[in-house]
């Protein structure tokens, strides 16, 4: 079948779509069946769950209707075979390929893609070893015990929620800190409790030119320098995560550097080097092979072209009617699980950089809404929060839980007759019903209206494996709804214009802008 | 002058200010000349600069018509000399007066409310010194050297936001942790590096009885139990913050008890006990006290009733513009500091739970829109994440950035011409201009359409004073909009029914509701 692009309206599905705004409401699975049924395999022992969301079955059937009409599916193979789906930067896609060759080869100027990047990983691997063994040690004889990522946006957030997220739980033999912003006190402050003897620091930046990267890279090597550490070489000290291409490619500056490459946009790079550089150092390469493992069990469920049997594709579809039908501008992530404090801010980069978009792939005006603003933060602490909007505030905002059936660590203590984990997940349930069903009470301000739609993705544990799960159905929950969206979910254009004009600023003059001068003086810039 | 309640649709000026949703555009004050005169002084050091909102002077006339119609800052100077403006809990409204007496005495039950406050805070200053000194010492002879606040909400948020935002700078005497969520995986992460042998917990808790908070009391006193440390008590290592009628109020399981009262609201307690303890304890007390100086000059400034001398004013009423004229359903708060990386966490408690409301001060319900959406996270960070849907999304969100004339620490580099700091300041600054103005570009993709919203808070250095003045200029904004929507603002009674929820799946049993028990039966509870 030919793959073919379509604005959204302009597909006739999403026509009788849009007669649904009015007459849809949450309840119609909110049985025990209803919720059992509703249930499903998101990979990695998770599960996606939309019992309590405003759907029914006509709702699905319409929704399948759209997402076949729209050719998620087919468009999503083409993805996985190489097809330039990056039409902005006439780029391919291949974050899925670091973790499994799911349709076919991909060949690139005579490499094959998926042997390029596990040899990386591998690299990574025996290097990760090598450090850990203190077969590989600081340039005045000690072994390393902390690894520094050095990076913005992707090459932060992500890592950084993975790592995150399990160093509870896989005490690291390594310890992580993370350094991103140009702001000097963050590198001052990362910086302050560190042995630098014993450290490594990764620098990671796909073009090698990210400004922030840069100068917090010459920002180590002179306090480095001040410390006078006798023997002490910060080269020795320092590895690369790079495209082949960059200058930090195989510079003598660095100890060693492992690639990347175009296909990989930042926010999706989890899975390649620049997660796994960070994460196999912190807690040794099989850690990161489960990541990986989940994810890749996620991405082949995704391939279904059956709307009930594909996670990734019904939380799209959902939201897609939610943003487009019933007009909601937002999304809450709520994670029950302190581990993923920062999953929310990685969500945050790769849906909104992804998805926040006005033009379709072919550059078109689009004149509907795309992507929503995602922002959230882990319960129980959001419902002592936010969550007072989230019930009774005058717009309606879905929501995405997140939880799991067992802690990560296996220290527990009964309290007036319950566990904390049993707490926990008490609150979690009891706020996908309060959200759901409301509560009537002829005092206004203690009546809950309900109606308010929510998802469940559940699992047994918080583990790497279902962490990398997690991740995956994100990255393609995302991708599905630029498919829908007829956007290219792959460039960001939009972080452009910043960088031009704060170049300007710093290379001064009088011919600066009035209006940059103006706020450049405010700022005693 | 008698005060009165109006709804906001109700009231004439508002009916003016609707006409003007088809004309206002973003520039009318962006020349040199205009950037100047669009600075109002917030206080403690600090100036809110609204050049690049959608503003012109006629609306601000109109702005001020409204604020003078909704009578605000009449209803300010009811709320500080203690008129019941916490409609549906009956209670006066009072975290001001932890700063100052700026309109009379405060007297209740006989009790001067001021005093009360600054004898606590006293209390704790003394104690704080002891502790300090290692004249209180724990229950095995060694001096404390950390301390950890267990709470949940506004006995979290904000003091922890603030310690953060001071950490770096002041360095601390007492290193601060915090433990908030029931999960308890957050308490085992928090407990795992400490010495119990030289940790002080301070439990907060305005009631006593917040099932997080008590939850994990217990699980730190069973985890020092299981340490089986000898000579060590419990409640050698524990104070409390709390109401003086609370279970936990004085309990010989506590070391001392330090009192708030129900006339502060969980997320405006930074300024009291809730966070006077544990900043006292870390930095000292007079470091505290700073913070209390920069809020009271900010307070004193937000009695101006002139619109254009008062910043908060002048805030709440652009955000009321965006909100119920242009529609805006979201604000984003963008700190150019690392330090203020859990500061938008704060604000997103403090507003959200403030406003989020759909019923008047007198339960009626209102058909308009009331809180916003509040996320954020500091810039440069954000620029490579979520901006990409600021700059070219289908929806406008405006914008709050806060940046700082110098970094905390002073420890900077030049690389490439500049300073990490002046890269920082040219950053927010190349931000605020793009986001005005845009950047024309037959390549749609690549073209900015400019009129995007944005205010600027702007200060000297991040001290403790000018965090305070930050503090209250945002709590005063949101009291402001609450008086503006009619609506109260201090209570929180969407909280109530997950509690509800929770407490029926913890007890279980036969009767439980069938779709509670539903996901119940899902999470294996």
Known sequence: MSIQFHNLDTVKSYKTLLKRAGDIKVGSFLTAEGIQNSNIDAGGGLSYNYAAKAVDEQLISQLQDLADEQQVIEKYKALLSGTIINTG????????????????????????????????????????????????????????????????????????ALYLALENMSTPLLKAHFISNVDPDDANAVLKNLNLETTLFILVS????TQETLANRNFVIEKSRQANISGFNPAAHMIAVTSETSPLAGSSDVLDSFYMDDFIGGRYSSTSAVGGAVLSLAFGYDVFEQILEGASEADALALNSNIKKNASLMDAMLGIFERNVLGYPSTAVLPYSQALSRF?????????????????????????????????????????????????GTDIIPLQFIGFKKSQINSDLDYEGSTSQ????????????????????????????????????????????????LLAHFENKVMFQGFVWNLNSFDQEGVQLGKVLAKQVLSGGDDMDVILKGFADLLEI
């Open 344 to 392: 929310p801010a990685h969500l945050q980069q790769m849906d909104m950089e992804s998805n926040g978009k006005s033009v379709s792939r072919d550059n078109i005006r689009l004149n509907y809404s795309t992507g929503p603003v995602i922002f959230g933060e882990p319960g129980t602490n959001g419902q002592h929060s936010f969550y007072q909007l989230l019930h009774q």
């Open 206 to 209: 796909k073009s090698g030119t």
């Open 89 to 160: 930067e006439n780029r391919m896609v291949l974050h899925q390929l670091t973790r499994g060759e799911l349709n076919g080869k991909v060949v690139y100027d005579g490499k094959d893609q998926r042997q390029f990047y596990i040899s990386q990983l591998k690299r990574i691997q025996s290097f990760a070893h090598k450090v850990q063994k203190a077969e590989i040690k600081g340039s005045t004889g000690k072994p390393f015990d902390t690894v520094v990522q050095i990076g913005i946006g992707g090459s932060d957030l992500g890592p950084r």
């Open 422 to 469: 049993q707490k926990l997940k008490a609150n979690l349930v009891a706020q996908v019903v309060a959200f759901a069903r409301g509560s009537f009470s002829s005092n206004t301000n203690k009546n809950f209206e309900g109606g308010r739609p929510s998802s469940l993705i559940l699992g047994e544990q918080l583990t790497a494996k279902s962490l990398g799960a």
